[in-house]
């Protein structure tokens, strides 16, 4: 299984950028995928989920801001993000979760991802 994430940029304060994360590997779509990320100097943290019944997730930081959806027919999963802040600059790692759900992706200490994308990197500028 393998996760490729793209659509990473440079934007200023108040910009938009579209993420998208496709997924190879896998026989099926009843798996939870996720966009997590990282700041400098920061732990990794959860942004949002979509499971496979279609529910969402968001971390309070994003909410309103930030939009969750995937493409099963198209393995995809995507993050458009409006409103963008300088503190949203990070590093966005895709993941997948394949018995969890969206709701514990984002909020639970005690699951964690099974597979990982390698990044794509998201800068603000004020």
């Known amino acids: 299984v393998q996760l490729v994430e793209s659509g990473g940029g440079s934007v200023q304060t108040g910009g938009s950028l579209r993420l998208s994360c496709v997924a190879s590997?896998?026989?099926?779509?009843?798996?939870?995928m996720g966009w997590f990320r990282q700041a400098p100097g920061k732990e990794r943290v959860a942004v949002a989920a979509i499971g496979y019944d279609g529910s969402t997730s968001y971390a309070d930081s994003v909410k309103g801001r930030f939009t969750v959806s995937r493409d099963d027919a198209k393995h995809t999963l995507y993050l458009q993000m409006d409103s963008l802040k300088p503190d949203d600059t990070a590093m966005y790692y895709c993941?997948?979760?394949?018995?969890?759900?969206?709701?514990?992706?984002?909020?639970?200490?005690?699951?964690?991802?099974?597979?990982w994308g390698q990044g794509t990197l998201v800068t603000v500028s004020s």
């Open positions: 993941a997948t979760d394949a018995a969890g759900g969206a709701w514990s992706m984002v909020h639970s200490p005690y699951r964690s991802p099974d597979v």
């Open positions: 590997g896998y026989t099926h779509n009843r798996y939870c």
